[in-house]
Each structure stands twice: as C-alpha cells, then as structure tokens.
Nanobody
Framework: VQLQASGGGQVQAGGSLRLSCAAS????????MGWFRQAPGKEREFVGG????????NYADSVKGRFTISRDTAKNTVYLQMNSLKPEDTAVYYC???????????????????WGQGTEVTVSS
C-alpha cells in the first residue's frame, strides 16, 4: 500500500484545513487508518484513527471536538478535517494504515505497517 498525504499548509489560529490520505496499490477497505503528527523537537503522537468499517473513531484528547476523521471507501481515501486550529497543532502530519478488521484503531504507531510521507501544517498566532 502506498499512502499519499496532502492538504497541509499555513493557516492562522482559528482556521481550518482538511488533510487527505489517498491509498494506492491496495484497497484500505479492511484496514484501520490512523493520523499521527510530529512537531519539531517532539516525538510522533497519535492524533486519531478510524477502524476498517468506520464504525469506531477515536481521537487524542488534544484534538477532540476540533478534528474529525472520515473515510471514503470508493475513493480509497481518508480525511482529517481540522477546525479551530491552534499554534500547538503545528506539525508534520502522517497517515498510516493498519491492515485488519479491528474494532478500534490503535493509538500505537507500532501497529501501523504503512505510512505516508507526511504533510506539513503550520498554524500562526
């Protein structure tokens, strides 16, 4: 599976961005998809994930209520809608795929077998 993340950019605090993660080479229909981010000088952290069916979506506390994950099976794409952005959301965002029909997307990066290249998000105050 090849994952291509896109949609990053620069935005002012309070603004919105929508990131996309397009998969190719293999369907992600039966995979959990996760979004992670890594800020400069910090470790990669879990942002949120959606399980294979879309029936379970979980978020990190820091983004809960502001970010929304969705998936379009027909387009083999997962989205991360980010609203009310804060400067502390500045990071490189990565999407990742965890093949398997699990009930819940894992928050641990070790579970994910495939990673996109990352897309940079900069939020200015």
């Amino acid at each position: 599976v090849q994952l291509q993340a896109s949609g990053g950019g620069q935005v002012q605090a309070g603004g919105s961005l929508r990131l996309s993660c397009a998969a190719s080479g293999r369907s992600i229909t039966r995979a959990s998809m996760g979004w992670f981010r890594q800020a400069p000088g910090k470790e990669r952290e879990f942002v949120g994930g959606i399980n294979w069916s879309g029936g379970s979506i979980n978020y990190a506390d820091s983004v809960k209520g502001r970010f929304t994950i969705s998936r379009d099976t027909a387009k083999n794409t997962v989205y991360l809608q980010m609203n009310s952005l804060k400067p502390e959301d500045t990071a490189v965002y990565y999407c990742a795929a965890d093949p398997g029909t699990y009930s819940r997307a894992s928050s641990g990066s070790d579970w994910y077998d495939y990673w996109g290249q990352g897309t940079e998000v900069t939020v200015s105050s």
